[in-house]
């Protein structure tokens, strides 16, 4: 007890005091002024991830930045997360056999995977990113002068795939994920001003134009795959029928 006192007299007498009048200073501003925006600065401190403020900063819709934040915090209702809540379902992936998480849904998933192959083979890149931090480092990568579109490609293409897990888990409908992350991209280009819409516009035309061969190529092989395993079907039905 007498070392608690001790401490109290030992801080007491490291103030100086004045005959003026006495100020309010708010310490986590550099001018002494409360705002909000200087709390939450201060209770996210640590907090702020490497491209969180790229996020935020982002020429994308507000909804879109909070969806952003929730990946870079693996807070998006996947199904891992939702299983941490006591949900009881299948903890599956809808497009494979893998467990459901963020980063598998969003990067690693055979789905996702598909996507982001398409935009690597429209920006030339040899890899694909596997998480979302990850995901700015290929950027600076392969696009290092578009550093202005990093996150609206980035949002579109992340959406996108989302917008499909769920139109197939609650609508039971398909979404062309690429198709509709150049969708985005064009729409969500009236936040740029003219010279940098045009050229984002113009880019989403190239990458939609790229998708939609590749896209077509894949059915046309789809097709050709289940030709090939009909007449196999035919020819061990007709050596069936002639034993």
């Known amino acids: 007890m007498r070392l608690d006192w001790n401490d109290i007299l030992s801080r007491v007498e490291r103030f100086t005091l004045s005959d003026e009048e006495d100020m309010v200073f708010w310490k986590f501003d550099k001018k002494g002024c409360f705002s909000v925006k200087s709390v939450y600065k201060y209770l996210t401190a640590n907090d702020a991830g490497l491209y969180y403020k790229k996020s935020w900063k982002g020429k994308i819709p507000a909804k879109i930045k909070i969806f952003l934040w929730l990946m870079a915090n693996n807070a998006l209702f996947t199904r891992d997360n939702m299983s941490k809540r006591k949900w009881s379902g299948d903890p599956s992936c809808l497009f494979c056999d893998c467990n459901e998480s963020v980063s598998h849904l969003l990067f690693q998933c055979s789905l996702a995977k598909a996507v982001w192959a398409i935009v690597a083979h429209c ?18 990568q392969w696009l290092p002068y578009g550093n202005k579109f990093h996150a609206i490609g980035i949002a579109a293409i992340c959406w996108a795939i989302w917008k499909t897990r769920n139109c197939a888990c609650f609508e039971d409908k398909s979404v062309t994920s690429p198709i509709y992350a150049c969708s985005l991209m064009e729409y969500w280009a009236g936040l740029f001003m003219d010279e940098d819409k045009e050229q984002l516009i113009a880019g989403a035309n190239t ?37």
């Open 207 to 243: 990458m939609l134009k790229i998708a939609m061969q590749l896209v077509s190529k894949e059915e046309q092989a789809q097709k050709h795959r289940s030709l090939e395993d009909n007449k196999s079907t035919d020819q061990d039905d007709k050596l069936d029928g002639q034993k």
């Open 123 to 140: 920006l030339g890149a040899s890899n694909v990113p596997r998480n979302f931090n990850q995901c700015w480092v290929w950027c600076e």
